[in-house]
């Protein structure tokens, strides 16, 4: 971690960044929401019936492709933070696998997804579970 900006000296990196990343959070889910309502409407409603699958489908490449081409998603980008690795690089496309990945199976085991908000807002780099895990963290862009 020592290629990261340090939470103590560089305080403004990491300044709101749990917040922001809820915000976004809720931003990413309405764009998602919005592609799902799209392709149910382009299969002629009959998309209803499998509506979670598809909600999963387009939730994984939406994020994996938005943060592999700029280390973060719309909703990221609208709040003005981005995800960076161990060595402070921007996301490439496995790490963006990696870390979509561990989102998914926190969101599925609802006591990780628990214990990953609780990381964010007490950690000193305010990192999920998942990027305590791949050694990411999130950043404020313009810090």
């Not at 799209?38 to 994984?60: C, E, H, K, Q």
């Not at 214990?115 to 050694?135: E, W, Y």
């Amino acid at each position: 971690m020592s290629h990261l900006p340090d939470p103590d000296r560089q305080p403004d990196f990491y300044k709101s960044v749990a917040i922001k990343r809820f915000f976004a959070w809720l931003f990413d889910i309405a764009f998602i929401s919005l592609l799902c309502t799209v392709a149910i409407l382009l299969t002629f409603g009959m998309g209803l019936f499998v509506i979670a699958l598809i909600y999963a489908v387009v939730s994984f490449i939406y994020r994996v492709v938005t943060i592999a081409n700029g280390s973060a998603t719309l909703g990221m980008r609208f709040m003005g933070i981005e995800l960076r690795d161990a060595f402070g690089e921007r996301m490439d496309t496995g790490k963006a696998v990696a870390h979509t990945a561990g989102y998914f199976v926190s969101m599925a085991f609802p006591i990780l997804q628990i214990i990953s908000v609780i990381m964010m807002l007490t950690s000193a780099r305010n990192q999920g579970l998942t990027d305590a895990f791949l050694g990411t963290v999130m950043l404020n862009q313009r810090a």
